[in-house]
């Protein structure tokens, strides 16, 4: 997956070799057994990066998405494309960097590797030196990505596809393929992920756990994102160590997704593996805060409303909550979504919880169990708020993540620790 290799960026080449790797809507990768067609799989994805490769990587580790018997076959495949797409040319990268930033490269960078040390579906990273001598990543995008990204987007079965992964098929369309295709649009923004970056740091300051690369500002621009370089234990390495250090950055993970949401009224809804690195101590470095959503001033009470209910057991408030924040009426789906997120809250209400791999993926089926109101017409169908799709992908990746861990966490403690520091309990 190292070679350098020009990014198609037509829709009809990118739609060809979809189908060239039996790619249905999307996510709905018709699965073949072996690994002769997985690895196709991953090189062709890898090839077409853009959301074409952020298919893949979704199914390379969220739990529930790939039948049983093919699952270890397509996560070792796919599981290349969390920090190894194919390449992009140095000299396309170099003129990239040096369009964006003004100046040639050897000004700008004491030194600078031309070969990236990891390669994603937006951009690539590159290790350099600054004229002071600091340590730095360069995040540079891959050339012609913005047109790849607009193909995928125009392409309605790609589309389609991400969108009935992360939610019940029959929710209002437009609106949800727009929030989705608005958040990826962001993401070749890299001012605005700079913004987010320096967002996150400041809500987290203080925190000795969690760690958010400063942004060099100066070698930043909106295809070009500079940062301080860190390093860090590869979430495979971390998956292998004690018990009580996987524990620990557990923890620590949970506090950083939910301080997020409740305190900051944001999350990085973008978890796959790749964007962690784990240091001694429980510590975690978290990178890429290209896919980050909002949480409106509407809605945040609510979500705060069914924390703080799970952290009582208060079983009638969280589901009166829940009701409130889907936007539900009662009667059969309305009951059926409930139990669904009252589900999804079990490592609060039964904490301390081992979160492990088939919790997240019964999850997931009853995503799709969801459907069967949609399909009989059950007139208490609602269609679920459109900003609720990239919550339902942080879930499922963010849990899959945790159950890879393989621990028993006090998920509540973390959570009543950080809401009491601000003054939320």
Not at 166 to 182: F, I, R, S, T
Not at 336 to 363: K, N
Request: hydrophobic share 45%; glycine share 8%.
């Amino acid at each position: 997956m190292s070679s350098d290799r020009s990014l198609p960026t037509g829709r009809l080449g990118r739609v060809v070799r979809l189908a060239g790797v039996g790619a249905r809507a999307g996510a709905g990768l018709l699965l073949s057994k072996g690994d002769g067609a997985a690895d196709y799989a991953a090189e062709v994805l890898g090839t077409l990066r853009g959301l074409a490769a952020k298919v893949g990587q979704t199914l390379s580790y969220v739990d529930g998405l790939v039948p049983e018997a093919q699952r270890e076959t397509y996560e070792r495949a796919l599981g290349k494309l969390r920090d190894a797409t194919v390449r992009s040319a140095p000299e396309a990268v170099r003129r990239v960097v040096e369009e964006e930033l003004g100046a040639p490269v050897a000004e700008l960078f004491r030194s600078f590797d031309e070969q990236p040390f990891a390669s994603a579906s937006i951009g690539q990273v590159h290790r350099a030196l600054l004229p002071d001598g600091r340590a730095v990543a360069v995040k540079v995008q891959h050339p012609g990505i913005a047109g790849a990204i607009e193909s995928d987007l125009q392409n309605a079965g790609v589309l389609e596809g991400l969108v009935t992964t992360l939610g019940p098929k029959g929710m209002n369309a437009k609106a949800a393929y727009d929030e989705v295709a608005a958040r990826f649009r962001e993401e070749l923004d890299y001012e605005l992920e700079a913004e987010r970056q320096s967002l996150f740091a400041r809500l987290h300051a203080g925190d000795p756990t969690i760690r958010v690369p400063a942004v060099i500002r100066e070698r930043s621009s909106r295809r070009v994102l500079t940062s301080e370089l860190v390093e860090g234990l590869s979430f495979e390495a971390a998956t292998a160590r004690t018990e009580d250090e996987r524990r620990a950055w557990a923890e620590t993970l949970w506090r950083f997704v939910f301080k997020g949401n409740l305190v900051g009224a944001m999350f990085n809804a973008d978890p796959h593996p790749g964007n962690y690195l784990f240091g001694p101590d429980g510590r975690v470095t978290f990178l890429d805060f290209g896919c980050v959503q909002p949480i409106s001033d509407d809605r945040l009470p609510t979500a705060r409303a069914m924390h703080l209910a799970a952290l009582a057991r208060d079983e009638r408030a969280f589901a009166e909550a829940a009701a409130l924040l889907l936007g539900t009426h009662g009667g059969e789906y309305g009951t059926r979504a409930v139990a669904y997120s009252r589900r999804c809250f079990e490592p609060m209400f039964g904490s301390p919880f081992h979160l492990t791999r088939e919790y997240t993926t019964s999850l997931v089926n009853d995503v799709r169990a969801l459907k069967q109101s949609f399909w009989a017409k059950d007139k208490s169908f609602v269609m679920l708020p459109p900003a609720m799709l990239l919550l339902n992908r942080l879930q499922f990746g963010f849990y899959s993540v945790l159950a890879r861990f393989d621990v028993t966490v006090d998920y509540a403690a973390v959570e009543r620790a950080f809401l009491h520091e601000a003054g939320l309990v």
